[in-house]
C-alpha cells in the first residue's frame, strides 16, 4: 500500500528531528572534545606551571641553604672573632692592672719600679695596636680609610721598624736584617704612616711563628714599583692555607690561635692597605722552611730621586714650653695627666670641666689682654660639648689656636673637629711628645701672628 501524503511529510519531520538529534548529539560531541583539548592545554600549561614553581622553590631553597651556610659561617667566624678579641683584650688588661696593683703595693722596691711600668707601658701600646686593627678594618670594609701620599724615605721607615721589633728579636736570639734597593735610590711617594702598618704588620707576624733563624726585608725597585720581601725561618704555612691567612680574624686554623694568639686581622689589613697604595701583598711558604711576604706599592714620582732623604728632626724630643694652656677636658684623670705633661714641659695651665667654663675663661682672658696661648678642647663633655663650644668662641671673634683632644679617631671626625672651627687634631691616647710639639706649634704660630 502506498503512503499518503501525510505519512511521507511525518516521515520526513521524523527523519528531521532525528537528524537534528544527530546533529546536536555531533555538536555536542565537538563541544565536548574542545573542551577536553583546551582543559589538557590547561592541564599542560598547569603542569609547566608547577614545574617553574617547583623549580624556583628549589632554587630559592638553594639560594636559602647557602644563605644559611654562610649566616652560620658568619656567626661561627664571629664567635671566634670574640673569643679571640676577648683573649686578646684581656691578656694586656690582665698584666697591666696586675702590675699596676704591684706599683702600688708597699713592698714593691724602687729597683722593680722601671720594670713594672715598662711593662705597663708595653701592654698598654699593644691594647691600642688591638683596638687601631679592629677600627682600621672596620674602616677599610665600609671605604672610609683614605692613604696620603707624601714624599718619604724608605730607609728610615725600614729603619723604624727595625728598631721596633729589635728588642724582641734579641729576646728570641733570632737575627733580624735589612737590605736596602741596590742602586741607593731611597725617596719615595707614598703614605708613610700606611708603609709602616704594613711592615709592622708582616714582620710582626713573623716574628710570631719565627723561634730560630732569622727574618730579612730587602728591598728593590722595578718598573716604578717599590717591592719588599718579608722572609723568615719560622714554622711555615700549608698552601691550601695560605689564602685563607688574609681573611679578616681568621689564621690558619684555631690551634694557631691558641698557640700563638692574635686577632687575625693584621695581614688582611696588609693586603688591603697594600692595594690602596697601589700594590698588591701575596705569600709563598714551606711547611718546616719558612715564608717569604712580598709587598708591591707604587713608589710614586719621588722614587725618581737617588740618596737618602733627611730624617725628621727628633729635636722636639726635649722640647720646651713657655706659653699659657687651657684645657678643657671632664675627665679628672685625664686633667691631671695632661696638666701634668704640659707643666712638666714649662707650660702655665688652666683647666676647666666642661665647654661653657670653657667660653668663659677664654674670653675672659682675651678682654683682660692675657689670651691663652692655645686652647686644648675635648669634643664630648657635659653642659656643653667641644663642638658647641669651639663654634661659640668663633662666633664670639675669638681667634687663638684651638686643639681637639679627643677620642673620637673615626674616619670622619678630624674633619668634623676643623669644620666646628679648631685649627688642629690630636687623638686620644695622649702621646706625649706629639702633644707637647702640637702646643709648642701653636703657640709659636700665635707669637708670629702677634709679632706681624
Request: glycine content about 6%; aromatic content about 2%.
Amino acid at each position: 500500500m502506498q503512503p499518503t501524503e501525510q505519512q511521507l511529510q511525518d516521515r520526513i519531520r521524523h527523519l528531521e528531528l532525528e537528524n537534528s538529534e544527530l546533529q546536536a548529539k555531533v555538536e555536542g560531541v565537538a563541544n565536548a572534545n574542545a573542551n577536553a583539548v583546551e582543559l589538557m592545554i590547561e592541564l599542560e600549561e598547569t603542569r609547566q606551571a608547577l614545574e617553574a614553581r617547583n623549580a624556583q622553590i628549589t632554587e630559592q631553597k638553594d639560594t636559602l641553604s647557602v644563605a644559611l651556610e654562610k649566616a652560620e659561617a658568619a656567626a661561627r667566624a664571629k664567635s671566634v672573632f670574640l673569643a679571640n678579641m676577648s683573649h686578646e683584650v684581656r691578656t694586656p688588661l690582665t698584666a697591666i692592672l696586675g702590675f699596676t696593683d704591684m706599683l702600688l703595693d708597699p713592698e714593691t722596691t724602687p729597683e722593680e719600679l722601671a720594670s713594672l711600668v715598662a711593662t705597663i707601658s708595653r701592654n698598654s701600646r699593644h691594647l691600642l695596636t688591638v683596638i687601631n686593627d679592629i677600627l682600621d678594618a672596620s674602616k677599610i670594609e665600609a671605604g672610609k680609610l683614605a692613604v696620603e701620599l707624601v714624599p718619604c724615605s724608605l730607609s728610615v721607615i725600614l729603619g723604624d721598624v727595625a728598631e721596633f721589633f729589635r728588642p724582641g728579636a734579641n729576646v728570641k736570639k733570632i737575627e733580624l736584617c735589612v737590605d736596602g734597593p741596590s742602586n741607593a735610590r731611597d725617596s719615595i711617594e707614598s703614605d708613610p704612616a700606611r708603609l709602616r702598618q704594613i711592615l709592622v704588620n708582616v714582620v710582626g707576624n713573623s716574628m710570631k711563628f719565627t723561634e730560630v733563624g732569622e727574618i730579612r726585608l730587602s728591598a728593590e725597585f722595578e718598573a716604578g714599583q717599590l717591592i719588599i720581601d718579608v722572609s723568615d725561618t719560622g714554622i711555615g704555612i700549608p698552601s691550601d692555607k695560605l689564602e685563607a691567612v688574609f681573611d679578616p680574624f681568621t689564621q690558619a686554623d684555631n690551634s694557631t690561635t691558641r698557640q700563638f694568639g692574635g686577632t687575625g686581622l693584621g695581614l688582611s689589613i696588609a693586603r688591603r692597605l697594600s692595594e690602596m697604595l697601589g700594590g698588591s701583598l701575596s705569600m709563598t711558604s714551606e711547611v718546616g722552611r719558612g715564608t717569604t711576604t712580598r709587598i708591591e706599592i707604587c713608589a710614586g714620582s719621588a722614587g725618581d730621586e737617588t740618596g737618602p732623604v733627611p730624617k725628621e728632626d727628633d729635636s722636639h724630643d726635649a722640647t720646651t714650653l713657655d706659653c699659657r694652656v687651657l684645657v678643657a677636658e671632664d675627665g679628672p684623670d685625664n686633667q691631671r695627666l695632661i696638666r701634668m705633661l704640659l707643666e712638666r714641659a714649662g707650660a702655665d695651665v688652666k683647666v676647666v670641666e666642661n665647654g661653657a667654663l670653657a667660653c668663659e675663661e677664654a674670653l675672659r682672658a682675651k678682654d683682660s689682654d692675657r689670651p691663652y696661648d692655645v686652647i686644648l678642647m675635648d669634643m664630648q663633655m657635659p653642659v656643653l660639648d667641644g663642638y658647641s663650644a669651639t663654634r661659640r668662641l668663633r662666633a664670639n671673634n675669638y681667634s687663638g689656636p684651638i686643639a681637639a683632644l679627643t677620642a673620637h679617631a673615626m674616619t670622619g671626625d678630624r674633619q668634623r673637629c676643623l669644620d666646628c672651627g679648631c685649627d688642629e687634631f690630636l687623638s686620644k691616647p695622649i702621646d706625649r711628645k706629639k702633644l707637647i710639639q702640637l702646643v709648642h706649634t701653636m703657640a709659636n704660630s700665635t707669637l708670629d701672628r702677634s709679632v706681624s
